[in-house]
């Protein structure tokens, strides 16, 4: 039977297409191989091109093919190369501050840290207000060790006391011990049960960094 339409179906009920002027329908497969080069239905021996040869049409369609991808795979790569930049930038970790009494010790990055750069004037009492979310519980008798990292009294760093500073003089070394008696007296007299101590770093002339922690009395 003559093939009359563009597409029909093989013998085996997959698709196959109809030849120009021919009257018999050519399976898929053997498409391929006519276009490969090679013999197909009723072609008796055609020359076959040489092994792995392929027409220009397909190798243009295979380049196109594999270039659309490193393409897109390429634009994969920046996006999240991007993203990476912006993670690391946002999670830059400050310089660590550290509190310690007997065996017991906290570290703290800074609440406000503008990383080595003046703190903005508007933005110091706020900071400077900030709650603590490390806390550690001492004793009247105990030793209060406080600990910063080198780049911290590189500049040098004081104490505040609720927000308040407790001392002039910036101090440049890396650690230094006070008695905990000195953080729970107020201005009344009267003793405290818990006191916020704050680790500034200052030049004397601005502020670059804050870090908060509680010290709880022991009951």
Known sequence: ?????????????????CEPGRDTVTPPCALLRLARGGAGPGHGDAPRA??????????????????GRRRRAAAALGAVSAGLLVLSACDKPTPLAT????????H??????????????????????????????VSM?????????????ENGWTLFIGGQQ??????????????????FSSQTGETANKAQVSIVETTGKKLTGIWHFELKKAS
Do not use: H
């Open 1 to 17: 039977m003559a093939c009359t339409t563009a597409r029909a179906r093989s013998s085996r009920g997959g698709p196959a297409w």
């Open 50 to 67: 040489p092994s792995g040869a392929w027409p220009d049409s397909l190798r243009a369609m295979t380049v196109a093919y594999f270039s």
């Open 99 to 106: 509190v310690t009494v007997g065996s017991d010790s906290v």
């Open 108 to 137: 703290s990055e800074a609440s406000c840290y503008n990383d080595g750069d003046a703190i903005k004037e508007s933005q110091i009492q706020a900071c400077l207000n900030k709650k603590a979310e490390k806390t550690l519980t």
């Open 141 to 153: 008798d105990d030793k209060i060790r406080f600990g910063v990292d080198p780049e911290i009294a």
């Open 166 to 183: 407790a001392e002039q003089e910036p101090y440049k070394k890396t650690y230094r011990t006070i008695p905990a008696s000195a953080f």
